[in-house]
């Protein structure tokens, strides 16, 4: 049997949902592929929002943690976020344009689990991104 350590009071106090919440839930899932903090922040503050960028920053932490979005670094070091399922998945997503499909990947997902035994490791996990350009900007 294994021992866990107490939870902090922030980790055992539930987060509850806020305007500011809903608000970049919404502006999140209305978004096009990956897009940054400033993204977000400018699209709210367009619509009126008075949201702050800090809040929105701390939003984006809490929807990662809760599965709710996914966040990848771009190839400039920027964190971009995505609203996302909570199903494990990995992400085909566009250089040209950031159109993103959430793919399922058997193949890796066996082959990740028997390197990790060969290797002696157990509780592992993984995460994938694949880019490349997607079919419409080929064109």
Request: aromatic share 6%; hydrophobic share 35%; charged share 20%.
């Amino acid at each position: 049997m294994s021992e866990q350590a107490p939870k902090s009071a922030a980790e055992a106090t539930p987060k509850r949902n806020t305007w500011q919440k809903d608000a970049v839930r919404h502006a999140l899932s209305e978004a096009t592929g990956f897009v940054s903090a400033q993204q977000l922040h400018s699209v709210l503050r367009n619509h009126g929002s008075t949201i702050g960028l800090a809040t929105v920053y701390r939003t984006l932490t809490d929807l990662i943690k809760s599965g709710d979005a996914d966040s990848l670094q771009s190839q400039e070091g920027e964190l971009l976020y995505r609203a996302c399922g909570t199903a494990h998945h990995h992400h085909l997503i566009c250089r040209v344009c950031g159109r993103t499909v959430e793919i399922e990947a058997d193949k890796v997902e066996s082959w990740a689990e028997n390197v990790a035994k060969e290797h002696g490791f157990s509780n592992t996990s993984h995460t994938i991104d694949i880019f490349g350009t997607c079919s419409a900007c080929l064109s």
